[in-house]
């Protein structure tokens, strides 16, 4: 079983919908990030969090610590927003302090 | 700024010859890492630097990959030989350790070993 585990691994909606990426954890966590990698391959930080809720722009992520649980929200959803979005945990112990762990990532594709 | 720098962002190789990356990490950051993402494994971690001292390596496959971290501001990861399997595309990321600031991803290296 993947440490990090995203769903769906692919969404496909129309332009002005409203998005949302799940992601479950069982690792113990010190953050949780969201990166937004875009075709052609450079990975963007997006959030990171460990606890309660962050937005920025039509994009809100929060998390759940007792049900190791994370959520990213786009609100109003673009064409430009299609891009794969990748949960990431931050291991919290031992010398791989820092670390991220990988889920294997949403491909979202916003239809105009 | 200018943000973690990788080079080179495009390389394409025999197998068995040996291939050197590149990574500058962005200033003051004293964490270092080096990910390597292909369609069927996603990212994974390769090595991991604090304060230029590899702090994990599990992630490196065999004895072919080397890093080494020799000063704050560069690291380099060495494949020796290289083989068609290693092709990936390998990210350089840099953080603050010990504070909860966000990751700087490099561009990334596209590597094709043929």
């Known amino acids: ?21 799940n992601c479950s954890y069982s690792v113990g966590i010190s953050a949780l990030h969201w990166l937004q990698q875009h075709p052609g391959g450079g990975i963007v930080s997006l959030f990171m969090l460990s606890s309660g809720k962050k937005k920025h722009g039509r994009l809100i992520a929060t998390i759940n610590i007792q049900e190791k649980h994370s959520s990213l929200h786009i609100t109003a959803s673009h064409p430009r927003d299609s891009a794969v979005y990748i ?19 949403t491909k979202l594709s916003v239809k105009p | ?34 990910y390597r993402q292909t369609m069927m494994r996603g990212l994974e971690l390769l090595i991991y630097f604090n304060n230029n001292v590899p702090i994990d390596d599990s992630g490196m496959p065999e004895d072919r990959f080397s890093a080494k971290m020799p000063n704050a501001s560069f690291s380099t990861l060495k494949i020796q030989p290289s083989e068609p399997r290693d092709s990936a595309v390998y990210f350089c990321a840099s953080s603050f350790r010990g504070r909860l600031y966000g990751y700087t991803f490099g561009s990334g290296t596209r590597l094709t070993v043929v």
């Open chain 1, 1 to 21: 079983k993947n440490e990090v585990e995203q769903s769906p691994q692919n969404l496909t909606a129309q332009e002005g919908e409203f998005i949302t990426i």
């Open chain 1, 87 to 105: 949960c990431a945990a931050q291991e919290n112990y031992g010398g791989s302090q820092g670390n991220l762990i990988f889920g294997k990532g």
């Open chain 2, 1 to 34: 700024d200018a943000g973690v720098i990788q080079s080179p962002r495009h390389e394409v190789t025999e197998m068995g010859q040996e291939v050197t990356l590149r990574c500058k990490p962005i200033s003051g950051h004293n964490s270092l890492f080096w």
